[in-house]
């Protein structure tokens, strides 16, 4: 795993942000996979930025997320597909027909996942996925427990993360108890990913990462074996490595 150290999350979103341009400048159709969260909020608003000042286009750019809530529909202003489009999609020209998220109010859950996995295999996988880490662990929605074997499925979301999800939320109450997320199978066919993580309350997380066994215990671990993952990572995430 490649560890590149950034001073703060400012930097870390800047250098994150080259490498997803440099990647769509080289292959102009790339497939990206893309994520949410606090955590790449700084990376959005550095591509929006790039792309004003003429730097980068997304107009070949095919787009997956890695997750959605069950439960939410798109005008509701916790769904990721809410925050997708308020915080990127609707600032860059990325055909509003190549942007793919997985549904999570579809009627058939089941069916909804089978048919995104099939999606990104039709579009030939993801160049480059962007990742961001739970406290617990998780990638995507994928909590502790989850077999790495798991393609595009419904989970029941680990109290401790809907606790650190609440924050978005009016109450915990309003906090979905699932979510439909790529699977870390899915994530592991990426090309290459990216990983941010800013702040020491990750701290430990990005040490087990690194560090610790790869077990089905603490997902993101299983990222020691993939052969292209890039860590951009601030000081004080990588204060306990
Ligand atoms: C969320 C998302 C993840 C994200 C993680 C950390 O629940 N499903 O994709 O990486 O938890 O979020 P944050 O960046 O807000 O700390």
Request: aromatic residues 6%; contains cysteine.
């Amino acid at each position: 795993m490649n560890i590149i150290r950034a001073e703060n999350y400012s930097e870390m979103s800047q250098l994150a942000a080259k490498k997803l341009i440099e990647q769509v400048n080289e292959k102009s159709n790339s497939v990206l996979g893309l994520a949410t969260g606090s955590t790449p909020e700084g990376l959005y608003e550095e591509i929006i930025k790039e792309h004003k000042a003429g730097n980068v286009s997304f107009k070949d750019v095919t787009s997956f997320n890695l997750d959605e809530y069950v439960g939410l529909n798109k005008e509701n202003d916790q769904s990721y597909y809410y925050y997708m489009h308020h915080l990127l999609f609707n600032h860059i020209d990325i055909d509003s027909g190549q942007v793919n998220l997985p549904n999570g109010d579809a009627n058939d859950l089941q069916e909804e996942c089978n048919s995104y996995e099939k999606a990104i295999k039709q579009a030939d996988g993801i160049d480059i996925q962007i990742l961001g880490i739970g406290l617990n662990g998780h990638i995507g929605f994928n909590e502790p427990g989850t077999p790495f074997s798991m393609q595009t499925h419904v989970i029941d979301l680990d109290e401790s993360t809907r606790q650190a999800n609440a924050r978005f939320f009016d109450s915990i109450d309003d906090v979905p108890t699932q979510a439909i997320t790529m699977g870390i199978d899915t994530i592991m066919q990426s090309k290459q990913i990216i990983l941010l993580v800013s702040g020491s309350q990750k701290a430990e997380a990005l040490d087990k990462l690194v560090n610790g066994p790869v077990t089905e215990d603490f997902p993101a671990s299983i990222l020691q074996k993939h052969a292209n993952v890039t860590i951009i990572a601030d000081q004080d995430a990588l204060s306990e490595l």
